[in-house]
């Protein structure tokens, strides 16, 4: 026969509650509110009556009622329990939380000793630590959106700088940091370059060089010659250079031997 005592408005197993005052006594500071494990049975009334039974129960310390430093119960394997993120069982796999983290007897003294030593309040780290991600977030937030604004507001793409850049050092502009020096001077020694490939899309011809023919296309016009002979002199000389290089490899100003029998040339 199952025994039961009230407990909070519910029913709780007798041996959860003579686990808990046992616990109590060892620490006076701890308190419980009724866990989420239950059984239930029909009693002897005519008709029978379902009871609904709690099987455990949650522990708090009275210095900190609103976390819960884990729980006791007993189980229908006739065990008794207590659970606690301090707990490391490692007959359980992690995936296993709630079996991690928990301890079994069937002697009420082993689980006694067992809560006394890992239901312990929430240290200052532990309490930090759960907590600090959420005020990263917010300050992260802040900082992203002031980085917003600056970049809406004062955000100067390249294009708009780099002429400027020029214009400083064209007007013997003394710049105040190494940092704007460095890039002034860069932009004055590169200028070429940049201006160039900044914003690069020259226009390309694929020529496709079968056994029998030569399939080339420009300006979305394709054209189909006997052999590379036939092909215009432009086409026919970069093609000659990229004969001699490696595949994949890029020429400036000609183009790349992208396979045996394509070539992308640059016009």
Known sequence: MIKY??????????????????????????TFTLGGNRTSFFDEQVPPNRVEVKTSLKVHDIRDPDKELGGIGYDTEEKYW???RLISNDKYGRWNKSQHESRYSKHMKN????????????????????????????????????????NNKMRIDFTTAFPELLHMHNIGYIPATPKMAEAISWAVENKKEIEKYYDYKPKKCMIWVRPNSVVYEIDKVVTQVNSTADLPEDLRGKLFVLDVTDKGEFVEDVGM???TGIYWVLL
């Open 111 to 150: 689980i006694i000793k067992q809560a006394s030593t890992y239901l312990k309040p929430f240290s200052f780290d532990e309490i930090k630590a759960e907590h600090e991600l959420g005020m990263d977030r917010q300050i992260h937030n802040k900082s992203s959106q002031m980085h917003a604004k600056v």
């Open 257 to 259: 031997k992208q396979e």
């Open 82 to 84: 207590v659970r606690s």
């Open 5 to 30: 005592e009230e407990f909070l408005g519910s029913y709780v197993l007798q041996e959860v509650i003579d686990l808990m005052n046992e616990v109590k006594k060892k620490n006076p500071l701890l």
